[in-house]
Nanobody, 117 residues
Framework: VQLVESGGGLVQPGGSVRLSCRAS????????MRWYRQAPGKERELVAL????????NYANSVKGRFTISRDNDKDTVYLQMNSLKPEDTAVYYC???????????WGQGTQVTVSS
């Protein structure tokens, strides 16, 4: 299993960025995919998840209405569209999946998003 994120960078407050996570080594369409983030000095937190069933998503309260998670099963890729970015969104963003309720868990290498003027 491999998860490879891309798309991070430096963005101004109020700006937008789209993260991508390309998956390989498993049947992508069969698994829930998640985006987590970890800011300096803070614990890793769940940002958004997308189910295998069409249209089922869930978001942290802090990003609701600003972030959108989506997936393209033909491309084995999950996306995180981030709009109206705030400095407090600055973090390393990680793609995640879990093979079953008991694991194992798989993580990407992370991509840095910095929101600053």
């Amino acid at each position: 299993v491999q998860l490879v994120e891309s798309g991070g960078g430096l963005v101004q407050p109020g700006g937008s960025v789209r993260l991508s996570c390309r998956a390989s080594g498993f049947t992508f369409s069969n698994y829930i995919m998640r985006w987590y983030r970890q800011a300096p000095g803070k614990e890793r937190e769940l940002v958004a998840l997308i189910s295998t069933a069409p249209g089922i998503t869930n978001y942290a309260n802090s990003v609701k209405g600003r972030f959108t998670i989506s997936r393209d099963n033909d491309k084995d890729t999950v996306y995180l569209q981030m709009n109206s970015l705030k400095p407090e969104d600055t973090a390393v963003y990680y793609c995640h999946t879990r093979m079953s309720a008991l694991g194992p868990d798989y993580w990407g290498q992370g991509t840095q998003v910095t929101v600053s003027s």
